[in-house]
Structures are given as C-alpha cells and as structure tokens.
C-alpha cells in the first residue's frame, strides 16, 4: 500500500503514514526503508535517503532492489565514483539487474563520454534492447555529440512504445539530452498521464538540469509536490 501510494497515487502524505505503518508491524523489512529513502527523495533529502538505503542493506545485503536504489541516491548527491561502485557491486549480485543504468549516467556527468558509451554497449549486449538501456545510449551518444546515432535510438524508443508501455521518462530524457525540449516535455506530460512512477526522481535528476530555465519546468516539479536537491 506504500509503494502504491507513493509511486502511483503520488500521495506523499499517505505514503509516508502507510510506510510508518508498515515499520511499526516489521521493522526488520528492507523493502521498507526502500520506499522510505525514495519518500526522502522527493523531499530532496537525498543524504538522508543514502543514511536509510543502508538501513535497509544492514538487513539484507544482498537485496538488488536496495543495492540499485543506494546507487541511484549516490548518483543524486554527486557522489558518482561511489555510485559507480555500488552499482558495480549490485550488478555482481545480479547480472540482469536494469532498473537503473547508474553506471553509464555518472560516467556521462563525470565527461567520460566513451566510456559511458561503451558501459552502455556492453550492457546491451547482456541483456538486451531494453528501455532503460537504449535511452541512456542514446543520451551517452547525444552529449558525445554523435547526433545521429542518438536520433536512430529516439526513433527506435518511439516505436517501441507503440508496441508496449514502458516509463515514458525515458524518452524524455532522451530528447532531453538531444537538446528537443519540446519534445522531451511533451513526454513528461505523457508520463504523468500515464502515472510515471520514475517521476519520482524528476526534480533531482541530474539529466534533466537543461529543461530548469524553461517555464514549463516549473509546472512539472508544482503538480507531483516534489522538491530539487539543495
């Protein structure tokens, strides 16, 4: 009932009640302090979300899900060395692991645009043409300005979500980083349409940094109530 009410329903105030709630019934549950940290995040206190990430992994370690989350929220802080290595470590424990390519984007903020190219390739070839991959491909090869590249992957994204729903964040970020803000907005409207749980993240993703300066930034960060990073 947390999840669903913090990364469905966007109701941070029932989602906080019911994530209490579920710490007062087992607070031995990683999973918990998952969904605290990510409510944490929304309140753009992103130090205090890593603090509950490890929390969650001092019971139980080997959780992939609080592994990749203690990545992203490292990614967050700019801590990106630190985040490339606990992503490193959650994909030991899973090979298959994709929710977040942390790797590739820390690599891309840090100008190591080759490499994050190259990470992204590799993570392709092992576990396919996935969403969550293609579109950091596409960003790694926009900011390495190979334009055209990055457009064939926008096409291919756009066809493939003709033919099946995934989170449409990740279009956006893509026209994002290919400098199309209207396009990249125009996306984040059908994410919120669609109840994008990655819009969690809006506010503090670092990849969205371009679109700040435009006024229909605002709007998006007003309508989820969610707060950017200090």
Not at 10 to 34: G, H, Q, S, V
Not at 66 to 80: E, Q, V
Not at 98 to 115: D, P, R, S, T
Not at 198 to 214: M, V
């Amino acid at each position: 009932l947390a999840a669903e009410r913090l990364l469905i329903a966007f109701d941070w105030p029932a989602a906080k009640r019911e994530i209490e709630r579920a710490l007062e019934l087992n607070p031995n549950l990683a999973m918990t302090y998952t969904l605290q940290a990510n409510l944490l995040q929304t309140q753009g206190r992103i130090e205090e979300s890593i603090v509950t990430l490890r929390r969650a992994l001092a019971i139980e370690p080997l959780s992939t899900l609080a592994n990749s989350n203690l990545a992203s929220a490292l990614y967050y802080a700019g801590r990106f060395d630190e985040a490339i290595s606990v992503w490193n470590k959650t994909r030991e424990i899973d090979p298959m692991a994709n929710e977040f390519i942390v790797n590739v984007q820390a690599l891309e903020l840090q100008g190591k645009h080759q490499a994050a190219i190259d990470e992204a390739v590799r993570t392709v070839t092992l576990i396919g043409r996935m969403p969550f991959v293609l579109s950091a491909l596409g960003h790694s090869l926009a900011s390495a300005g190979r334009r055209e590249e990055a457009l064939k992957i926008a096409d291919e994204l756009e066809a493939m979500w003709k033919r099946h729903y995934f989170p449409p964040t990740m279009l956006a970020l893509l026209y994002t980083g290919l400098g199309d803000r209207d396009r990249a907005f125009a996306w984040l409207d059908t994410a919120y349409e669609q109840r994008d749980a990655q819009l969690l993240w809006l506010a503090i993703e670092p990849q969205f940094r371009p679109l700040h300066a435009d006024p229909r930034w605002a709007k998006h960060v007003e309508r989820l109530k969610v707060v950017a990073a200090r």
